[in-house]
């Protein structure tokens, strides 16, 4: 809980606090060490050498290699540059793209605007359980098909898609394999070789870093991926993405990713009895139910439908609460999930469902509180009512 403020902030898979640490790493980027990466005079080179070091930092967490990955503003730019430099570099191998119902917005509307250039998008459904079926993907890829993209970990609901084996089925079929990892990586262990996936995209304000900064990992060095720039000028990140880069952010991202090594076990085992404490309680309320796979799921986080609720007019009476009913980037839009939608709840159900994801920041206090105070909302004959 945050005592200053007296606010129980349950809401991490939209946007995390940045650690002390990270802030501590950053401030001298923001002040002293104020060059231009890019600049050749001494100042410049110097701040090119500590940008090659968070850069190899990165690397290390994801197991790529340093030359892998590109520096972006978060994993909404990744996903463009990634999803329209494929289809613009392999369009002449073909015009079919896969993807997934459940993806987030940056996804689906990305594949919007490729639908709108000529190219052709599936949008498979999911299981009521969130999970995506092996044999559909197998069936749906065909010869034309140039890229398939699925989420790694799913930010409404936390289940996890076996990427791996969706991978391999991929490449099998000679197409290559993206996934949006923005609420995987910090989280979980990632690896891109043992995963075998060709682009992965991720931000750092999901893992403790600031809001703009993110990265994308491109395969180079086993098989090479090509990626069409889609933004020009000045050819930063080895002409992929051009613009002075963001060393403040950069090195942030950096420090996260170091912090997040070796403390990551620890974070989970205290985040996931967090979570599993919060959601036994509030699944004892009557007419409650969990929204997707109860096992394969990230731990920091539950997506639970409240039977007759409004979610909307739930999150506003809990003024000390910060909590969720879907994807923050969608919040504007007063609407049925999509995610919830296609795993087949209606949109009563889905107008009632809350997303709880937690954090290393929360406490049992947290917990308390939030079932308290949903429990008195929630009464038949609650005087909240």
């Known amino acids: 809980m945050n005592q200053k403020q007296n606010i129980s902030y349950l809401d991490y898979n939209s946007t995390t606090p940045v650690d002390p640490r990270v802030v501590d790493a ?3 980027y923001l002040k002293d060490n104020f ?26 967490f994801i197991k790529s290699e340093p030359n892998e990955v590109v520096f972006t503003s978060g994993a909404t730019e990744a996903i463009n540059l990634s ?23 940056a996804v689906l509307d990305t594949c919007g605007d490729l639908e709108r250039k000529g190219f052709e998008v599936t949008y498979l459904p999911v299981e009521e ?20 993209s699925v989420m790694y970990v799913n930010n409404e609901t936390g289940v996890i898609q076996p990427i791996k084996k969706f991978a391999e089925i991929t490449h099998q079929k000679g197409a290559l394999f993206m996934t949006d990892a923005t609420q995987a990586v910090g989280k979980i262990a990632v690896d891109v070789k043992e995963l075998d996936i060709d682009l992965l995209c991720f931000s750092g304000h999901k893992m403790y870093a600031p809001k703009g900064v993110g990265a994308l990992f491109i395969r180079k060095n086993d098989k090479r991926v090509n990626i069409t720039p889609q933004t020009h000028g000045g050819g930063h990140e080895t002409g992929l993405r051009s613009g002075t880069l963001n060393v403040p952010g950069i090195v942030a991202l950096a420090k996260a990713c170091e912090i997040s090594s070796h403390e990551m076990n620890e974070d989970r085992t205290i985040i996931s ?7 036994y309680e509030l699944l004892r309320m009557p007419n409650t139910a969990l929204n997707g796979d109860s096992i394969k799921r990230i731990y920091n986080t539950t997506n639970i439908c409240f039977k ?31 995610v919830l939608k296609s795993m087949g709840l209606s949109n ?25 105070t949903i429990r008195k909302l929630t009464e038949p004959q609650s005087k909240y009512a």
Do not use: W
């Open 26 to 28: 950053m401030l001298p």
């Open 129 to 148: 359980n969130g999970l995506l079926s092996l044999e559909l993907l197998e069936r749906s890829i065909r010869p034309d098909t140039i890229l398939v």
């Open 83 to 105: 999803m329209k430099g494929i289809a613009e570099s392999y369009k002449h191998k073909g015009s079919h793209i896969i993807t997934v119902s459940t993806e987030h917005k």
């Open 308 to 338: 007759e609720q409004d979610a909307n007019v739930l999150i506003g009476r809990m003024r000390n609460i910060a909590v969720s009913n879907g994807s923050a980037c969608s919040s504007a839009i007063f609407e049925p999930s999509h």
């Open 348 to 372: 009563d159900d889905a107008l009632a469902s809350l997303r709880f994801s937690l954090g290393k920041y929360n406490t049992i206090e947290d917990v308390e509180l939030v079932v308290e």
């Open 273 to 279: 009895e967090l979570r599993d404490k919060l959601e």
């Open 35 to 60: 060059g231009n990466s890019s600049s050749t005079h001494h100042f410049g080179q110097i701040i090119s050498e500590n940008v090659k070091q968070a850069r190899n930092q990165i690397a290390r």
